[in-house]
């Protein structure tokens, strides 16, 4: 029995040795991002919404996204940003997409 248990503990410590786990540390800041969709906006538009609300950061990494919402004036509408690149671990570009049509009421 002991030498069964040695050859499972040998055996799992191989199997784990061999897994790697990326965990990515870097994150882009609600702020930051509601910043980027608001300069985004202006540039497009004139003017930045009333309000832009990203209820979560999103890793600094090439494709992650994130929802985000703005409100302007009585008309709530829903943001895709997703990271298109990372320059020296900071400098994140962002593609802003707006939902065609506006949110629900309520939701």
Known sequence: MRSTLLALTIAATV?????SVHVDTRFVGTDEIEEKVA???????GRAPDSIECPEQVPAREG????????????????????????????????????????????
């Open 39 to 45: 300069a985004a906006l202006t540039e497009e538009a």
């Open 64 to 107: 992650a996204d994130v929802r985000c919402t703005i409100t302007d004036g009585d008309q709530r509408i829903g943001v895709t940003v997703t990271v298109t690149s990372v320059r020296d671990g900071d400098d994140v570009s962002v593609q802003i997409d707006v939902d065609d049509e506006p949110l629900p009421a309520g939701s």
């Open 15 to 19: 199997l784990l040795a061999g897994c």
